[in-house]
């Protein structure tokens, strides 16, 4: 990673910024560089609708929510959502007005590749985003593009989807169509969102697909994805960087895993937990050394020995795929929301073989922790901080763009919570970057919008701008945070006055 490279991704990034903070000295306010860019994120499948028009194909969560309606809290599913494939004008004029440089949106595979195989392509999937790709170039927005954000076309886990090694070949395919049909106006790539979430809540879990099968199928996820991610990067490396230019990443999750006491015992669950969680992906592409974290190798090799297996339950990689995938990265997509306490753990023996029994640790929050509208978010502004630095030491301190962070609350246009929320996660980012030297060239808000929350439905809102379900149009107000995270995108700097985003507004 060399520093002009680096330039070029802080300066591409804030090409189209609008953000002027011209500060006198007097100026006491926390600002974040000239170049540090503020955006809003989504994801295709949580805001799109439109989930059978225009040639789209069936995604798994079309179809898990049609077959499992009682598996989303709320009995809701994704087929209307926020309608935000009929309303390209309307949002791009809302994220105009909330003074981003960024969005960062997911293109949904079966939109585009309505079989998942790239012998078919559906024109009214390029129509859409294209349009979309073009409103924000008239506003002057750039696009952050994840390629996949969990929604796999239902035609292609027919195939037995991330558990099969061809779904990478696959892939690449969806890759290639891509980026011959968007490159010229996509510069910021993202491959993955979050293979943690879907391989472990997915495969290892009763989301979709549900394969609910913890200690096998989301290893067999996580491989495939691995070497996907890897072999798509190498190709746009390979065929494409010098043609088109622009950058490549992939987004992964952390919630930041603190040790519950000071025991050497419990220190260890908790480095060995961060293996687990974050590493198990991280370790791979970001190391030095490449391939799954040797805790994690030892684990599971052990424990799938003592439980009679002849082979380790985690997939081993070859050498020349531990050197693809090492390295396989211009920049980390980070999502970070919230903290967790780890004890060390007892493990059962003879129990059914899964990811939290390989990994034998104890995960639980803090009672006291401040609550939000979501059961595993706390707000721990602090944990933000450690998990940076974690990152910052563990693997050479990659350029980092923060791809998620935001909170839930119940419905309402007064949310100081949620602005107490963003100013306390971004206080805890800046002392990373300005005091610890973490190396984080911008900052996403999840979510633009309330959305589809996954099996929560649309009972838990993240969004800006609150979406009125009930209303034919649905209906998108500003609410209060957004207007404070305007002021935050336009100025650079974290206002000292929050007198200006307290209840006494009308
Ligand atoms: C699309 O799905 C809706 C339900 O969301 C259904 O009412 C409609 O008939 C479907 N249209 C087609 C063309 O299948
Ligand atoms: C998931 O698997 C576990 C362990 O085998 C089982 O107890 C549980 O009933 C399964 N849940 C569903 C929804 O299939
Ligand atoms: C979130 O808000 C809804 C609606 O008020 C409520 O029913 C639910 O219990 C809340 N969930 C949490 C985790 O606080
Ligand atoms: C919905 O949108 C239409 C067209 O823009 C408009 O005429 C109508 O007043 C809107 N209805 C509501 C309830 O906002």
């Known amino acids: 990673m060399n520093f002009i490279y680096f330039h070029c991704f802080i300066l591409f990034i804030s090409l189209h910024g609008v953000i002027s903070n011209r500060r006198n000295v007097l100026d006491s306010r926390i600002c974040f560089a000239d170049g540090f860019s503020f955006g809003v994120a989504t994801a295709s499948y949580q805001i799109e609708g439109a989930w059978n028009v225009s040639g789209k194909g069936e995604g798994i969560w079309d179809r898990y929510t049609h077959a499992h309606p009682e598996i989303v809290v709320d009995r809701s599913n994704g087929d209307v959502a926020d309608g935000s494939y009929y309303k390209v004008k309307k949002d791009v004029a809302l994220l105009r007005e909330l003074g981003i440089s960024f969005y960062r949106f997911s293109i949904a595979w079966s939109r585009i590749l309505p079989n998942g195989l790239s012998n078919y392509v559906n024109e009214d999937g390029i129509r859409y985003y294209k349009e979309l790709l073009a409103e924000l170039r008239r506003n002057h927005i750039t696009p952050v593009v994840t390629m996949y954000h969990f929604d796999l076309p239902q035609s292609l886990q027919e195939l037995g989807g991330w558990t099969n090694p061809i779904m990478a070949e696959y892939f690449v395919d969806y890759a290639r169509v891509l980026l011959d049909t968007f490159g010229d106006e996509v510069k910021i790539w993202l491959t993955f969102n979050e293979p943690y979430t879907f391989c472990e809540d997915g495969y290892g879990g009763i989301e979709a697909p549900g394969a609910n099968s913890s200690g096998f199928e989301d290893y067999m996820c996580g491989h495939n994805v691995l070497r996907a991610h890897g072999m798509v990067y190498r190709m746009f490396d390979k065929e494409y960087r010098k043609k088109i230019g622009?950058?490549?990443?992939?987004?992964?999750?952390?919630?930041?895993?603190?040790?519950?006491?000071?025991?050497?015992?419990?220190?260890?669950?908790?480095?060995t937990a961060r293996q687990f969680y974050f590493g198990w992906f991280a370790h791979?592409?970001?190391?030095?050394?490449?391939?799954?974290?040797?805790?994690?190798?030892?684990?599971?090799?052990?424990?799938?020995?003592?439980?009679?297996?002849y082979h380790s339950r985690l997939p081993y990689f070859t050498p020349e795929e531990v050197k693809m995938i090492r390295g396989a990265y211009d920049f980390l997509g980070l999502n970070h929301y919230t903290t967790y306490l780890i004890k060390h753990g007892s493990r059962r023996l003879g129990v059914q073989p899964s990811f939290v029994d390989d990994m034998n640790v104890i995960k639980f929050q803090k009672d006291e922790w401040p609550k939000t509208n979501s059961s595993w978010l706390k707000v721990v502004p602090w944990g933000f901080r450690k998990a940076l630095n974690w990152v910052r030491l563990n693997y050479r301190n990659p350029k980092t763009l923060i791809t998620e962070n935001g909170v839930s609350f119940e419905r309402g246009l007064r949310d100081t919570k949620r602005v107490n929320y963003i100013d306390?996660?971004?206080?805890?980012?800046?002392?990373?970057?300005?005091?610890?030297?973490?190396?984080?060239?911008?900052?996403?808000?999840?979510?633009?919008?309330?959305?589809?929350?996954?099996?929560?439905?649309?009972?838990?809102?993240?969004?800006?701008?609150?979406?009125?379900?009930?209303?034919?149009?649905?209906?998108?107000?500003?609410?209060?945070?957004?207007?404070?995270?305007?002021?935050?995108?336009?100025?650079?700097?974290?206002?000292?006055?929050?007198?200006?985003?307290?209840?006494n507004t009308d």
């Open 424 to 503: 306390s996660y971004l206080r805890a980012l800046h002392t990373a970057i300005h005091q610890d030297g973490c190396l984080v060239v911008g900052y996403a808000y999840w979510s633009f919008l309330d959305n589809f929350e996954w099996t929560r439905g649309f009972s838990e809102r993240f969004g800006l701008f609150e979406v009125d379900y009930q209303s034919p149009n649905l209906t998108r107000t500003a609410r209060l945070s957004a207007k404070y995270y305007t002021n935050v995108a336009k100025t650079g700097c974290l206002p000292n006055n929050f007198a200006d985003y307290t209840y």
């Open 246 to 271: 622009g950058h490549m990443g992939i987004t992964l999750d952390f919630s930041w895993l603190e040790p519950a006491t000071t025991s050497e015992e419990d220190q260890q669950a908790a480095e």
């Open 284 to 309: 791979p592409i970001f190391s030095k050394s490449g391939d799954y974290p040797p805790i994690m190798r030892s684990m599971i090799d052990a424990n799938s020995k003592r439980q009679g297996f």
